[in-house]
């Protein structure tokens, strides 16, 4: 069982940033993907990024590509995500997901456990 805790979110101005973390429970986290997914008002859930276990593999959404950065610190049991040249288009609610079997690190249905979310709005 892993527990997530997300923190980070906030009220920030288009063009700024803000890091997102996500501290994890357990032992066995440095063994388990971990990814970034956010769901604004009405629309669904859709992927930001994504992190293998030992950081080798990252991937992103492309709407995000060149302005988010996902990383990890396994010494530490989190996951990060850095968000530069935040537009409006970014308000939503960020959840992070884990799991150590992830066939398709974009696809939230392979993830097991989810975050509560944390809050990211970006006024124009």
């Known amino acids: 069982q892993v527990q997530l805790v997300e923190s980070g979110g906030g009220l920030v101005q288009a063009g700024g940033s803000l890091r997102l973390s996500c501290a994890a429970s357990?032992?066995?986290?440095?063994?388990?993907?971990m990814g970034w997914f956010r769901q604004a008002p009405g629309k669904e859930r859709e992927f930001v990024a994504a992190?293998?276990?030992?950081?080798?593999?990252?991937y992103y959404a492309d709407s995000v590509k060149g302005r988010f950065t996902i990383s990890r610190d396994n010494a530490k049991n989190t996951v990060y995500l850095q968000m530069n040249s935040l537009a409006p288009e970014d308000t939503a609610v960020y959840y992070c997901?884990?799991?150590?079997?992830?066939?398709?690190?974009?696809?939230?249905?392979?993830?097991?456990?989810w975050g509560q979310g944390t809050q990211v709005t970006v006024s124009s």
């Open positions: 357990g032992r066995t986290f440095s063994s388990y993907a």
């Open positions: 997901a884990a799991d150590n079997a992830v066939s398709d690190y974009r696809d939230g249905r392979y993830y097991r456990y």
């Open positions: 992190i293998s276990w030992s950081g080798g593999f990252i």
